[in-house]
């Protein structure tokens, strides 16, 4: 099998072309090539989003990048351009028979190859390697899926805010007309007939609805603003 070096990556250990990510809602970074970091970023989250539990210990079980060659042979590892994540190491070790927690979804190998360009270690032939994930593409197929993961994502964010807002204003409007029907005319049903009476409830309702709405906009806020930072473009601890 081609080593990245004839997949386009140049020569291994890339010093200058490696960055530090953060993912999963974890305190550690991972160190991976500047042209996936997009990729495994994206590709953790999920993984952490959909249940899975990450450790966050670094020095325990969780490596990226590593100047070195494939154990027990002469190859280099894709570690060593930094295409490549072991993640949750004590649970996912090497050996075989395989031995995993990796969810099912992880297992499939097209899909995971389909929209991240990633290869799992559990399915290796020789020895499984479940902690391990790499890519397996060329720098321009990275590029390549780093649009569409960005794309896709923008397009997530937007359409979701987008409802959520507009539910929003329907509920807060509904809410003012009613506040304004009782205000003007008061309210004949049952438990209302007193109109100022009828008009401080209304309006000690309406406030408690108004502070449930602004935190639940505040919460809606940070996740947006959480997506738009995993969006950004990943800093180099040099610069």
Not at 3 to 18: E, L, T, Y
Not at 66 to 77: D, G, H, L, P
Not at 150 to 167: N, P
Not at 221 to 230: F, G, H, P, V
């Amino acid at each position: 099998m081609a080593d990245a070096q004839d997949r386009g990556w140049g020569k291994p250990c890339p010093k200058d072309d490696i960055i530090e990510i953060h993912a999963g809602d974890v305190s550690y970074g991972l160190r991976v090539h500047k042209k996936v970091a997009y990729i495994f970023t994206a590709f953790i989250n999920e993984l952490v989003e959909r249940g899975y539990s990450l450790d966050n210990d670094q020095q325990r079980d969780d490596w990226g990048y590593a100047c070195r060659k494939i154990k027990n042979s002469t190859s280099w590892s894709n570690h060593a351009w930094g295409l490549a994540v072991d993640i949750n190491a004590l649970d996912n070790p090497r050996q075989s028979p395989l031995r995993t927690d990796m969810p099912s979804w992880v297992k499939e190998a097209g899909p995971l190859k389909a929209k991240y360009g990633l290869r799992w270690g559990g399915t290796f032939s020789s020895t499984p390697d479940p902690m391990h994930f790499e890519f397996m593409g060329t720098p321009a197929e990275a590029d390549k899926i780093t649009a569409k993961l960005r794309e896709e994502e923008l397009t997530i964010v937007d359409a979701a805010t987008k409802k959520y807002f507009e539910t929003k204003f329907s509920e807060a409007n509904d809410l003012a007309q009613d506040l304004f029907r009782v205000t003007d005319h008061g309210d004949e049903k049952p438990g209302r007939s007193n109109h100022h009476e009828a008009l401080r409830k209304e309006v000690s309702d309406f406030r408690t609805k108004v502070n449930q709405e602004l935190t639940d906009l505040h919460r809606k806020l940070d996740q947006i603003t959480k997506t738009l930072e995993r969006m950004g473009p990943p800093r180099n601890p040099r610069d």
